[in-house]
């Protein structure tokens, strides 16, 4: 679309909005982020941003098309406005119910602005106009800035249970699956083990052009498995596309099984990578890959948050362990049975089955798991002053709880800080260096 029908339109929406009033009754609002590039940049806005406040006028926030980052908080800190003009509109919600607009913030990341709503509005009315004031700021930049301290990160995995895998529709069959969890709007979605077994690909290549549509279609990371070439050598790799749909990494399999030897695939290199994503740190491992334990500690070591697990069976038992012992988020999908999602703890979150073969979870990253130890009475405390700005979960015959932030702008470091809380293993390293005194001691 040309700059000049761009501007007329953006004129036509600043008439069609300027009289529109907004009078909505008590409506819940769960922290969302809407991204608009500005005029000129190469990313249209004029068909989105009518549908916006079209869904914006008619249904409560919570089921609009503004993309959840699953935030839950009530009462942010304050942050800077948008415009003189939505600063007299705007304030401070403190508390459920109070009456008034909600709060604006915007994150400029240069072609893209983030106006962040968040609190609670009460049937206090307002113009529609103050809403396109952040078209005002920005220069150009290739992808949106992430909008909050604290991130809760949407994932979901799918299953190729039930699903021919000799057969020619094979990749479209799958990609219904991927088209159906899109409803969950997912951050990262995760696909199984070599899910085309008959393709080997130089990436990018047609397969990866077709997830790859996909990932800018929903904005959405995707982790796959592929056979892919690379020069003279065959790899079982997995390929992680960012939200544009461009190649952010590559893992090969690093231990695959001996048949895999036989039939030409390369073992990858034994030190694992990680990626960085707009949400954090991930890695990936494949199947086999999971019988080497210290594989996996050493995405810990790296920082990993989430590791994401392509494979040929669902490996329950040992994926529940390695995600407890390294305290780490993982994220399967098999090419049969079930796919899932383990929390921290290794419990497992959501999972396919015979009814969905596809699964999602809002995951909160910075979640960590602490012994009681010294913490009964300050998470109470913490219970009692946050309530459901966190989430604590007791594990009473462990003797241990997490602390994970439902709040975007309060993290968990912040509550360590805030508290004096000593997480489980930084508390075990305190732990064996009081045993090795006390032994040096007694020497």
């Not at 609002?29 to 406040?53: D, E, H, I, Q």
């Not at 459901?388 to 015959?397: A, G, Q, R, T």
Request: charged share 20%.
């Amino acid at each position: 679309m040309c700059r000049g029908v761009r501007i007329f339109l953006l004129l036509a929406l600043v008439t069609w909005v300027a009289w529109a009033q907004f009078d909505r009754p008590d409506v819940p609002v769960v922290n969302y982020t809407y991204s608009l590039p500005k005029v000129g940049g190469r990313t249209g806005w004029a068909p989105t941003v009518p549908s916006f406040y079209r869904n914006f006028k008619t249904e409560a926030l919570a089921r609009t098309t503004l993309r959840d980052f699953g935030n839950a908080a009530v009462g942010i800190r304050r942050a800077p406005v948008v415009s003189s003009r939505a600063m007299a509109m705007s304030r401070r919600v403190p508390s459920r119910g109070e009456e008034g607009l909600v709060q604006f913030r915007t994150e400029r990341s240069n072609a893209w602005n983030h106006t962040q709503f968040s609190g609670y509005y009460t049937g206090t009315r307002f113009s529609a106009l103050a809403l396109l004031a952040p078209l005002a700021a920005g220069d150009a930049s290739a992808q949106p800035a992430a909008s909050a301290r604290n991130r809760i990160v949407r994932v979901v995995t799918v299953s190729q249970a039930g699903l021919d895998r000799s057969g020619s529709d094979l990749l479209g069959k799958t990609l219904e699956r991927l088209e159906q969890s899109a409803s969950f709007r997912p951050d990262i979605a995760c696909l199984p083990e070599v899910f085309l077994p008959t393709v080997v690909e130089t990436v990018p290549g047609p397969v990866t052009g077709r997830l790859a549509a996909w990932a800018r279609r929903n904005s959405s990371y995707v982790v796959f498995g592929l056979k892919t070439r690379r020069g003279d050598r065959v790899y079982n790799s997995g390929v992680l596309l960012d939200r544009q749909g461009r190649i952010a990494g590559q893992f090969h399999k690093i231990h695959p099984t001996e048949s895999e030897l036989a039939s030409g695939i390369h073992p990858g290199d034994p030190d694992p990578p990680v990626f960085e994503t707009d949400f954090g740190t991930i890695g990936i491992e494949i199947c086999f890959d999971v019988n080497w334990w210290d594989v996996w500690k050493k995405l810990k070591q790296k920082g990993a948050k989430i590791v994401f697990f392509p494979a040929a069976y669902p490996a329950a038992l040992q994926l529940s362990a390695l995600a407890l012992m390294n305290q780490f988020y993982v994220v399967s999908s098999a090419m049969s049975r079930s796919s899932r999602i383990y929390d921290i703890t290794g419990q497992v979150l959501a999972a396919t089955g015979q009814f969905q073969e596809w699964a999602g979870a809002a995951l909160p990253v910075g979640k960590r798991l602490f012994e009681i130890d010294f913490h009964t009475r300050k998470a109470r405390e913490i219970q009692k002053k946050y309530g459901p700005k966190v989430e604590l979960v007791w594990f009473h015959e462990d003797d241990w709880f997490t602390l994970a932030s439902l709040d975007p702008d309060l993290t968990v470091q912040d509550l360590i800080a805030e508290f004096g809380l000593i997480p489980l293993d930084e508390y075990r390293i305190r732990a064996a260096r009081a045993v090795d005194e006390a032994r040096s001691k007694a020497r």
